[in-house]
């Protein structure tokens, strides 16, 4: 019997999917068809900073008012076969982003009850799987989600973000199904610089990307949860690893990095409180690569919910390393948070954050060596208020 040209596509794509050909060989195909979907959301956010101005310092010369605003849709398709296999894929598209990189993730899944896996330009289990304390909103908050007033900030949580080179970078990831309240993850990046292929490298064609100065090859990414609902209460721990592979050298002191995280939320009602920390080897505050020179950063908060209000407050803590230096620098942020629920997928929130940062040695090459810090101290006061939608 001679085959139609979607039964052909089917039998292709079903032979180049990693393991998926044993579980799909055998299944029936889904007589609709694959249908798409859209989602997405925006954030917009408006704030005020007070901080150290004079020339030479941080906060000199930038605004101190300032206008944000963070969006995807997304492009959701899937089919569930008739084998209980769903097979789908997801499109984000970046919404108002200034560096030309509109797709933001593109990756193909094969969801069952063998768990999830997927295969394309993704964040990975660690990146997706790592812990935070409650107390921010979808804009503001102690660890800095997305929106931050000041100069300085501790928001070093994300292990994978700190330390790859590219932003959903290509790579397979799979993600356990759930038994007893425990599920794990695991990502296999082959190079961390890859995302688009448009560096001319045709990596896409040829399996083989190019290995550039400061690029880290097969790279591992690990996340595990565990989350439990008891008679009142609830607990929710977790803990991820990501370890880079070979490095090429950009220079002398080039070295394989590698990052830790675990926490702890405990809920009591509509309180949540919680703490979390994060160990980078061989990272620095800014997310360079240096040898020897490490960052820890721990954080903890709460917050209360009651009907649509949700209120929260927390702080963190980041100590890094001063390469070339036996000193250390440090950076606070404490704050309060706020959010209302208008409507289905509708929040206003708002944010009051302190934050202050020194660096550990008050001589100069230990100052200079730390681009962060134009100066040895450093205070920033934060007003913000914004609002978040989702579709």
């Known amino acids: 019997m001679k085959m139609g040209a979607k039964a052909v596509k089917r039998a292709l794509l079903g032979t180049t999917t990693l393991c998926a050909t044993s579980l ?38 930038i605004n101190t008012t300032g206008v944000g605003t963070d969006a995807e849709i997304y492009f959701l398709g899937s089919v569930t076969l008739d084998n209980g296999i ?10 108002g982003d200034e560096n030309n990189d509109q797709i933001d993730q593109a990756y193909a899944y094969f969801k069952g009850g063998f768990g999830d896996i997927r295969i394309g330009a993704q964040t990975g289990a660690a990146g997706n799987m790592y ?6 909103t979808a804009n503001f908050g102690p660890y800095s989600p997305n929106t931050t007033g000041a100069a300085l900030s501790p928001g070093v949580f994300d292990i994978e ?10 790579k397979l990831v799979y993600y356990s199904p759930t038994w007893s309240g425990f599920s794990f993850g695991v990502a296999f990046t082959p190079n961390d610089n890859e995302k688009d292929y ?6 896409d064609a040829q399996w083989r990307a190019n290995s550039d100065a400061g690029d880290a090859d097969s790279n591992i990414g690990l996340g595990a949860h565990y989350d439990y609902e008891g008679d009142g209460w609830g607990l929710s721990a977790g803990a991820a690893a990501y370890f880079e592979g070979d490095v090429q050298e950009a220079a002398p002191g080039t070295e394989e990095q590698s990052g830790y995280n675990a926490g702890v939320n405990l809920a009591f ?19 360079a690569n240096s040898d020897g020179d490490d960052t820890w950063v721990i954080g903890t908060g709460l917050a209360y919910n009651i009907d649509a209000w949700t209120v929260g407050a927390g702080w963190a803590h980041v100590v890094g390393e001063v390469p070339g230096t036996d000193a250390k620098d440090h950076i606070d942020r404490a704050g309060f948070t706020g959010s209302y629920a208008m409507g289905p997928g509708i929040d206003l929130d708002a944010g009051v954050f302190y934050t202050w940062a020194n660096a550990g040695d008050e001589d100069a090459a230990a100052d200079d060596s730390f681009n962060s810090f134009n100066d040895h101290n450093y205070d920033a006061i934060e007003f913000s208020v914004g609002s978040s939608i989702k579709f």
């Open 24 to 61: 799909l060989a055998t299944s029936a195909m889904a007589s609709d068809g694959v249908k798409l979907s859209l989602g997405g959301y925006i954030t917009n956010a408006f704030g005020v900073a007070f901080d150290d101005d004079n020339a030479g310092e941080n906060g000199d010369d």
């Open 86 to 95: 769903t097979v789908g894929a997801r499109f984000d598209l970046e919404g």
């Open 131 to 136: 812990m935070l304390p409650p107390g921010s």
């Open 161 to 170: 973000g700190m330390q790859a080179n590219q932003d959903k970078s290509q």
């Open 198 to 203: 448009n560096n001319g490298d045709n990596a």
């Open 269 to 287: 009602g509509g309180l949540t409180v919680g703490v979390a920390g994060t160990y980078l080897k061989n990272t620095t505050v800014t997310g």
